[in-house]
């Protein structure tokens, strides 16, 4: 990798003497400016620098992207001095993705119902909101589990989280046959169900994430989507009790944190075909790039640098 900054991890801070900070970093020795990041809290484990970078690169943009780790009160700050320190766009993560949500100039009708924005460009000072994750789900779920998500019955865990929400409604813009939103807690689930039938006229069915309402839904939905936190750690237990999987599923888990996730493994072990979130991670962070460059991703250049 070419970038001599990569492990670097920036503060909200650096955003008061940007001039000079974010001017100051170097590829193969050059001068390169940052003009996109990713803001989260914690950061240091995003694997989106590698990807865009390596995009910018290939296309020969003279700058980069940056982590940078900033907190829930430094938000609003950091998003104000966006466009003065010359920056043209950001993602959020954890914790960003809702409350980046009143910092905005504008935001797009579909990241409005989702209720969280992943992308953010800055247009004539103007900060614009995005939500490439439900989008980059679907692409993912085509590349990975070749299936059209528009013709797909589907049971999303955690449909109530922020992952979820974009998922969950994205399934609904697409026009799925049956969507089934299971969550924790269950009231999350009812709101996103209201609100999308308000909206889209599209009907969500709300459960709990227990035994008895997940064994129901799963014997009429083929895909299975996970997104809650659990997973991210190899011994986090799955959401669904053993023995509920069968050879007729499809698991698409957005978990992406390197090993296989019990869900993971359930589905292995039922014969269902499985996928983990690094391809939407790819296509989410491609369509991100898109919106701030006006230009193709280089997907298989991206894919790789992941
Ligand atoms: P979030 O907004 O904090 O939502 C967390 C979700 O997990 C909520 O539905 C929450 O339920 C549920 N949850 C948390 N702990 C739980 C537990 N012990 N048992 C059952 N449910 C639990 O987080 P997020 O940003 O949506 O992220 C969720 C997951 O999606 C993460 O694993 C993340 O890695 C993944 N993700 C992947 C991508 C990708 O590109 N592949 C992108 C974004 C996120 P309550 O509502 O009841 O709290």
Known sequence: MAYSEKSVIY???????????FRELSREDK??????????????HSLSPQMHNAALEVQAHEFQYVRILVTTEELGHALTDLSEAGFIGVNLT??????????VDEITDQAR???SINTIAVTDGKLQGHNTDGPGFVIAVQETLQLKLSDQRVLIL??????GRAISVQCALEGCPQIYVANRTLEKAEILSEQVEESLGKIITPISLVPEALENALESVNLIVHATSLGMKESDPSPIPDGLLTRNHFVYDTV????????????????????NGLSMLLQQGALAYEIWLKEPAPVEVMRKAL
């Open 94 to 103: 954890i914790p960003h993705k809702q409350a980046a949500l009143e910092f």
């Open 158 to 163: 955690g449909g109530g989280g922020g992952a």
């Open 11 to 21: 503060s909200a801070a650096d955003f008061a003497n940007s001039g000079q900070v």
């Open 113 to 115: 119902l989702m209720g």
């Open 31 to 44: 001068p390169c400016p940052a003009r996109l990041a990713v803001f989260g809290d914690p950061i240091a």
């Open 256 to 275: 992406y944190s390197g090993g296989k996730s019990a869900l993971i493994r359930q589905a292995e072990a039922a014969g269902a075909k499985n996928a």
